[in-house]
């Protein structure tokens, strides 16, 4: 029995998670439509106008010391210092966190009591075989 | 420390103005700007950019930064330190990912299934114990040297 003809290019690349797709499978290259020109357009104004300021203070005669880059210091904050107060407890992290914080915690102490529950047992029965034992 | 409070981020944005100042604050179009979901994970209303890696930026424009191909002020991925060009990448590969995951997925559980059977049920050449010489070393292994050593034979005529 035959398998059927093999996947085209666009069937085989599902998109995933992990990687784009190529852009001659992605249907946003095909599309022309005025919107997308539009939306295009005002970003490069956006960046016309940030490239603009940057370069101002780079080919400034005194130049600062630093030029501070604000979209790195809003980076570093968000990560760092809007996280805690911006956290909420809720069903799904209340749930990670007993999973990922406490879950370990408990599972490894659980295995370590085991161990040494078995291991002390065998020591007060005599059959303990000591490991790197001298005699 | 270096800017003002409030072009920082901040909590997550409730009201439509809150979404265009938010926008305007992180210099992005407000059809652009889309917060992560409210979940309480601490986010905030930083905004959720396409999990592009800079693997796929243009080598060949002028960026403020070429080697982390970023222009000043333009708005960083949450995931910005591991997506550089040291670390991930998520450019189109010559394989589709799904095919790729097949395939190696294939080539791993057949690996894994025959190192099983081959533990289960081991082959190997006809052995048999280990003879030693020196009647089965009688003398290293503390005999007597005034006795006459057992006599050992390893074969049949």
């Known amino acids: 029995m035959a398998a059927g003809p093999p996947p085209s290019a666009s069937e085989a690349y599902r998109p995933n998670r992990f990687v784009s797709l ?13 919107e997308k020109r539009r939306a295009e357009a005002e970003r490069m104004a956006i960046r016309a106008r940030l490239k603009r300021q940057y370069q101002l203070q780079l080919n400034n005669p005194n130049p600062p010391a630093v030029i501070e880059d604000p979209a790195l210091l809003r980076w570093a904050y968000a990560r760092t210092e809007n996280v805690y107060p911006t956290f909420r407890p809720t069903p799904k992290t209340s749930f990670l966190g007993v999973v990922f914080a406490i879950g370990p915690i408990l599972f490894w102490a659980a295995v370590f009591k085991a161990d040494r529950d078995r291991k002390e047992k065998l020591i007060k029965e005599g059959k303990y075989e000591r490991p790197f034992s001298v005699f | 420390s270096g800017l003002p409070k409030d072009l920082m981020p901040g909590p997550y944005p409730r ?6 100042a938010a926008a305007k604050k992180y210099n992005m179009r407000v059809e652009d700007y889309e917060p992560y979901p409210d979940d309480g994970f601490g986010y905030g209303d930083y905004p959720k950019l396409p999990d592009k890696s800079l693997h796929e930026r243009d080598p060949w424009y002028q960026w403020d930064q070429p080697d982390m191909r970023h222009n000043w002020g333009e708005p960083m991925h949450w995931d910005f330190d591991m997506y550089i060009r040291n670390r991930v990448d998520t450019s189109p590969t010559p394989v589709p990912w799904h ?22 049920y081991p082959s190997y050449r006809p052995v048999g114990p280990k003879q030693y010489p020196f009647n089965d070393l009688y003398l290293e292994r503390g005999g007597d040297p005034n006795k006459e050593p057992p006599v050992v034979t390893h074969y049949e005529i």
Do not use: N
């Open chain 2, 15 to 20: 009201t439509p103005e809150e979404r265009a």
């Open chain 2, 99 to 120: 095919t790729m995951r097949k395939h190696f997925l294939i080539f791993l559980s057949t690996m894994l299934i025959m190192f099983c059977f081959g533990e289960i």
């Open chain 1, 22 to 34: 190529p852009a001659e499978l992605d249907p946003s290259t095909y599309d022309v439509s005025l």
